[in-house]
């Protein structure tokens, strides 16, 4: 099973990223797929996620309107489109794999910075 994330990097407040997390070894079309993100000194942190179908999405309040979760079930892959960051969105990015009878599948994390 491998969970591979990539697309951070260093952008300037206002700016855009958009991440990708490839997914392989597992059924990825029956998972929930999620983003979680941790900041230096702080606990991990749901950021969004999407049902196993792509129909539905959540988001967490601090990321609305500026993030936008999708998956194709096809490439197995799951992206995070981040839009307006601010200095605050500075983290470790994690893809996750969730199901609720199966363990938890997590990626290697991708370093998102924000700052000018």
């Known amino acids: 099973v491998q969970l591979v994330e990539s697309g951070g990097g260093l952008v300037q407040p206002g700016g855009s990223l958009r991440l990708s997390c490839a997914a392989s070894?597992?059924?990825?079309?029956?998972?929930?797929m999620r983003w979680y993100r941790q900041a230096p000194g702080k606990g991990r942190e749901l950021v969004a996620a999407i049902i196993s179908a792509g129909g539905s999405t959540n988001y967490a309040d601090f990321v609305k309107g500026r993030f936008t979760i999708s998956r194709d079930n096809v490439k197995n892959t799951v992206y995070l489109q981040m839009n307006s960051l601010k200095p605050e969105d500075t983290a470790v990015y994690y893809c996750n794999a969730h199901s609720t009878w199966l363990p938890d599948y997590w990626g290697q994390g991708t370093q998102v910075t924000v700052s000018s």
């Open positions: 070894g597992f059924t990825f079309s029956s998972y929930v």
